[in-house]
């Protein structure tokens, strides 16, 4: 699970008329016509999308709408285990405070800023990342996002659908994308086999 923002919906400002024969050519100038941010999941044992978000806003509440709706048709009875990068918004207290929920927690969660396990960012993370938890999330070590599959499927949709693009506004920019990622969990959707097998060379810390 993870974010790609700034997704750029751009058109080009003019397209010079194609003369018979010729390539067609264009004006390198274009125009913004917004951005947007993509939240996404993918389930490893398939390889489908199983949940999307297309938002302006890159606030706490907004991720944890996903999460939710991501693990929403997950049996109460089923363990799972969320891979994410280590954005402070995935460290929020109220994602801490829905897991403990869920997972039927009944110790004293503290406050946030001040004690327990809400206090601050690493006492959240432990509590997150318990093999003790049915639902677990696991984050990845900094400046190793690539081994969170998520971001491999990034780079197909960036190959096959945004670049040298050009969308007319955002809304078109979204159906353009859901439209890739129907046909992509329909067609194409597989789980990966990994084939990395050399040492691999990371921070490992959090």
């Known amino acids: 699970m993870d974010e790609k923002p700034g997704i750029q919906a751009l058109s080009r400002k003019q397209t010079r008329a194609i003369a018979p024969g010729k390539q067609a050519r264009f004006d ?43 693990l929403a048709k997950i049996p109460e009875d089923e363990w799972v285990i969320v891979i994410m990068d280590q954005l402070v918004t995935h460290k929020s207290a109220s994602l801490v405070e829905w897991v403990a929920r869920k997972i039927g927690f009944e110790g004293d969660l503290g406050i946030k800023g001040k004690r327990g396990i809400l206090k601050n960012k690493q006492s959240r993370t432990e509590f997150l990342e318990s093999v003790h938890h049915r639902i677990r999330v696991v984050f990845t070590p900094k400046h190793c996002s690539w081994l969170n599959q998520i971001e491999n499927w990034f780079s197909i949709l960036t190959r096959r659908v945004l670049k040298n693009a050009y969308f007319d506004s955002v809304k078109e920019l979204i159906k353009k994308m859901e439209s890739f990622i129907s046909l992509y969990n329909q067609f194409d959707a597989k789980p990966m086999n990994w084939s990395y097998k050399k040492e691999i060379g990371c921070v490992f810390q959090n």
Request: aromatic share 10%; charged share 30%; glycine share 4%.
């Open 28 to 70: 390198p100038e274009y125009k913004r016509n917004g951005t947007i941010t993509l939240i996404a999941t993918k389930d490893v044992a398939d390889g489908r999308l199983i949940h999307q978000t297309f938002t302006k806003s890159h606030k706490e509440e907004v991720f944890l709408t996903h999460f939710q709706e991501s």
